[in-house]
């Protein structure tokens, strides 16, 4: 393969991406993980739980240490350890989702608020820590740590994409069906529970289809940079529209933006992709917060005038 | 087995990360602030790497990077206190840099960055010299003395930061206090137990202990205690079992702890209901 450079003709360069099979398998599982994870993370936004996944995304580095150890394929050891930390921290209740209606956001959380963000910290360090074990036993070759970690978009293959579509396909459809009792749960828990809505059952049924997206995703982008996928587009996202919808779709559409942009620059350089996927994500975040800064401070400057110019007149 | 120098070491640089890791532990805890906690000590591992990159002291990098955010988690947030959102999307785009900085660093030198990179994430206290162990110590030393020293103010603006403010308390210069007294701990931590495994000796000791007792400056004692006991014990049962890497020895005893202590105060819960003099007022409120 010739070194890749980025010319100004747009259109050889996608025809030159789209030239080897590695890159087209890379940009359909890309795909795939960028849909999922920006209605998951969604979600994810919306109820506060970033810490919990971000905990059920660093267990893909236990699971897959753990699997390498015991001798399966490493991807039944990330469902297996991403499902179980979710049960762990749904069990613990709450998973940091403190005070109703997003009040309690910058309050300080009472006893109870504080034991569970602990129990997430909890969970979270005992995974890594075994994690680490089972990479010490196994006896570390350090460039799979890397991976595990950092991700790696370069050895997809066609039945990994295929398995990535049908996760996606079961973790879209659970939330096409319980989409809107979750929603009802998340901002409004006591309405919901009067209706007979499941509370409980959906916070773990949350974090359960939460865990399946995070293993799968954290296959193509590691496990750190997992979350950079399901938080940047989604707070970006809620942070222009408040309308569920639109904010949803907006997500959608930026993760993918931040993930097509993500693997096509990294292909012409020599940098990594979990570099360019959160360079790209944070900066999305920082001009959703300007634009709504400038918003809010265009209307605020436009609403005294009104009453003014009504005097006048 | 005192008589290795290494493990003399050890026991001085773990001995007082692990009393800082407590007390500052429990008003994190308290707060409500693991995530932040979470976030200064996975941002350490890039501070290291990123001094590694440059050619200083690893330390340099760690205390750079981990004050730094700090400062700006405490002035993005109200109150010194970023929203877990914000938290997220900063902390995600420093461990992209992180990566970057990895890629780097493995192109540019040949071989011993991978060493780096796993000692930083999971930490070395066997490989501490004396000059560093001492200054750990001195490190940790300082920052129970200023935990100590802010402990009453800092806890009623924790508690009821509207009355506190009132009262002339300056919780936000509390609040940011706070957070760069965990960037510290996280930066001298990470040198002990890694980056990744710091925040379980932030998290567990102060959980087990607030789980325990409510009263505060126990229960700040009880966290610290439970601290150094795992440091004290995860050293040793190292030393016993060879394959046994510290941090995980360490992080596992921090954990039980923990484990227990949910167990203990879920049955203290449990039994004043299954005795029939508690239980008659609990029914008599409910009936109506």
């Not at chain 2, 014990?233 to 020895?249: E, F, Q, R």
Request: hydrophobic share 60%.
């Amino acid at each position: 393969m010739s070194n890749p450079t980025l010319t100004w003709n747009l259109v050889k360069d996608v025809h030159e991406l789209l030239a080897y099979q590695f890159m087209v398998n890379a940009l359909q599982a890309g795909t795939i993980v960028a849909v999922m994870a920006g209605v998951v993370g969604w979600f994810m936004v919306l109820r506060r739980q970033s810490f919990a996944g971000h905990t059920i995304a660093v267990m893909s580095f236990p699971g897959a240490s753990g699997a390498a150890l015991a001798g399966v394929p490493s991807a039944v050891g990330y469902y297996v350890a991403c499902g179980i930390a979710a049960l762990a921290i749904g069990r613990s209740g709450g998973a940091g989702r403190r005070g109703a209606g997003g009040g309690g956001r910058g309050a300080i959380a009472g006893p109870g608020g504080s034991g569970e963000s602990a129990a997430i910290g909890v969970v979270q360090v005992a995974g890594l820590a075994l994690g680490y074990l089972f990479l010490s036993l196994y006896g570390g070759v350090f460039e799979e740590l890397q991976t595990l970690l950092f991700g790696t978009f370069l050895g997809i293959d066609r039945n990994e994409v295929l398995t990535l579509g049908i996760v996606a396909v079961v973790v879209l459809t659970v939330l096409a069906v319980a989409g809107r009792p979750l929603l009802l749960a998340t901002l409004d828990p006591e309405v919901a529970r009067a209706r007979g809505v499941p509370v409980r059952a959906l916070d773990i049924g949350f974090l359960l289809v939460l865990g399946l997206a995070v293993a799968a995703t954290s296959q193509i982008t590691g496990a750190l940079l997992v979350f950079a996928l399901l938080v940047a587009p989604a707070a970006a996202a809620q942070t222009l529209t408040p309308r569920p919808g639109l904010s949803l779709l907006l997500s959608v559409v930026f993760a993918l933006l931040v993930m097509w942009l993500g693997l096509a620059v990294s292909y012409f350089s020599i940098y990594p992709l979990g570099f360019f996927i959160t360079s790209f994500g944070f900066v999305l975040y920082v001009v959703a917060k300007l634009v709504r800064h400038v918003a809010a401070w265009v209307k605020r400057d436009a609403r005294p005038r009104e009453p003014r110019a009504a005097a006048v007149a | 087995m005192l008589a290795h120098e290494f493990i003399r070491n050890a026991y001085l640089a773990g001995s007082f990360v692990a009393l800082a890791c407590g007390l500052v532990g429990w008003f994190t805890v308290l707060r409500g602030q693991v995530f932040a906690g979470d976030a200064l000590s996975h941002v350490a591992f890039v501070g290291a790497i990123a001094a590694a990159v440059v050619g200083v002291d690893e330390r340099v990098g760690l205390f750079a990077l981990t004050l730094g955010l700090a400062a700006v988690m405490a002035g993005l947030g109200r109150r010194a206190q970023a929203d877990d959102v914000t938290i997220g999307v900063v902390f995600s785009w420093v461990l992209g840099i992180g990566v970057l900085l990895i890629s780097v660093l493995s192109t540019g030198s040949s071989g011993g960055d991978g060493l780096i990179v796993a000692n930083t994430l999971f930490g070395s206290i066997f490989g501490l010299s004396l000059g560093q162990g001492l200054v750990a110590a001195a490190v940790g030393l300082g920052v129970v003395v200023a935990v100590l020293a802010i402990a009453r103010p800092l806890l009623f603006a924790s508690l009821d930061p509207e009355l506190a403010s009132l009262h002339g308390v300056p919780v936000r210069a509390l609040g940011l206090a706070l957070l760069m007294l965990i960037g510290i701990v996280t930066a001298e931590g990470t040198q002990a137990i890694g980056a990744l495994l710091v925040l379980g000796l932030i998290a567990a000791p102060a959980g087990a202990a607030l789980r325990l007792t409510r009263k505060p400056y126990l229960g700040m004692a009880l966290s610290a205690a439970i601290a150094l006991a795992a440091m004290w014990g995860g050293i040793a049962l190292s030393y016993a079992i060879p394959s046994l890497p510290p941090s995980t020895a360490i992080i596992a005893l921090a954990v039980g702890a923990y484990a227990l202590a949910s167990v203990a105060s879920n049955i203290a819960a449990w039994a004043p209901m299954s005795n029939p003099r508690e239980r008659r007022p609990v029914s008599e409120v409910r009936s109506p």
